[in-house]
Each structure stands twice: as C-alpha cells, then as structure tokens.
C-alpha cells in the first residue's frame, strides 16, 4: 500500500492518507521523540537513579538531573519497556545514552517481539556519554513497544549492570 504524508498545520499532525485519499492514521509522528522514564514499565530488576556529574549528556525526560537511571539488582534478565509507540513506514534510529565500565552487561533491544540488536556496555574503564544507535525499518504503520533487556554479559564483564541517561527515536 502506498501512502502519503500531509501535515495539518492547524492542527499540527500529520496525516497519513492512501491513494483515494482516506486518512489510514493521524498523529503519526516521523521526526523525533525524547522518550520519558515515568512511561517505562519495568519487566525485571529494581531500578534507581544514580547521580553523575560526569554522564553531562542526558534528558531531564529520563533522569532528574546528570547521571543514569540503572539497575541495582545487576541480574540477568533485568529489562524496562516502553508503551506502545506509533511509527509510519520508514527507517528508525533507537538511540540510548548510556556509560560503560568492568560490571557492565550485554543488552538486547527489542521492537515489539523483534530483536533489532545488541550492545555490549563492557569497557575495561568507565566511559561517561556512550551513544548507542539501532537502525531499524519499519514496513507498515504499527504500534510497538521498545524493550531493553540484559541477555548475556562480555566474558571480561563483572556483572550483568546497565544504565541509561535517555531514549530518543528519530525517523531518519
């Protein structure tokens, strides 16, 4: 099916219309979201936030100010998810703020029951203001969680601890 984007500037969403002109989806965001922490649902773990004023690079939607929000219980398995998050057809970056250090797991994001990728917070020293980025496509409009889990830690690794400082999702 193909589809067109028109913007309701009065309104100030878009709308996503077929080729007889029937409105398929409205408010179908296609630029950027700057994810908050308080609509995560934590699958597993307890999670705190932990001031750093080293970790500079954050999101006053994620944390309350410098530093990460990471799991003190540093277990396999240990995961947050999102709502679900409304994308139109189109290529994705799934970008996580994170900081790496000896204790530091294996991570798997998830879009909705898909795996889109892996990052391994592992570093022999602490690294402050790591970006990770995912790129992923999506073909149809769809509705879709993101979820982050630990699934495996680096052999050098410590432990199974992440953190993260914000989640952004830009239409690239």
């Known amino acids: 099916m193909n589809l067109w984007r028109c913007f309701d500037k009065t309104k100030n969403l878009n709308k996503w219309i077929d080729k007889n002109g029937t409105i398929i989806?409205?408010?179908?965001?296609?630029?950027?979201?700057?994810y908050k922490w308080s609509d995560i649902t934590i699958i597993q773990g307890t999670w705190t936030f932990y001031a750093s004023t080293n970790q500079t690079d954050f999101s006053l939607n994620w944390v309350p100010s410098a530093g990460v929000n990471n799991n003190t219980t540093k277990a396999l398995g240990d995961g947050w998810i999102t709502k679900q998050i409304k994308f139109v057809p189109g290529n994705y970056e799934?970008?996580?703020?994170t900081y790496t250090?000896?204790?530091?797991?294996?991570?798997t994001v998830y879009l909705?029951?898909?795996q889109?990728?892996?990052?391994?917070?592992y570093s022999s020293s602490i690294k402050?203001?790591?970006e990770i980025i995912i790129?992923?496509?999506?073909?149809?409009?769809a509705e879709l969680p993101i979820k982050c889990m630990i699934t495996d830690k680096?052999?050098?690794s410590s432990g199974y601890a992440t953190n993260s400082s914000w989640l952004k999702i830009n239409k690239i």
């Open 25 to 34: 989806a409205k408010d179908a965001w296609t630029s950027n979201i700057d």
């Open 94 to 97: 799934i970008r996580i703020m």
């Open 101 to 107: 250090s000896s204790n530091k797991g294996i991570t």
């Open 112 to 114: 909705g029951a898909n």
């Open 116 to 121: 889109i990728g892996t990052y391994d917070s």
């Open 128 to 130: 402050h203001n790591v």
């Open 135 to 141: 790129n992923t496509t999506i073909t149809t409009i």
């Open 154 to 156: 680096n052999a050098s």
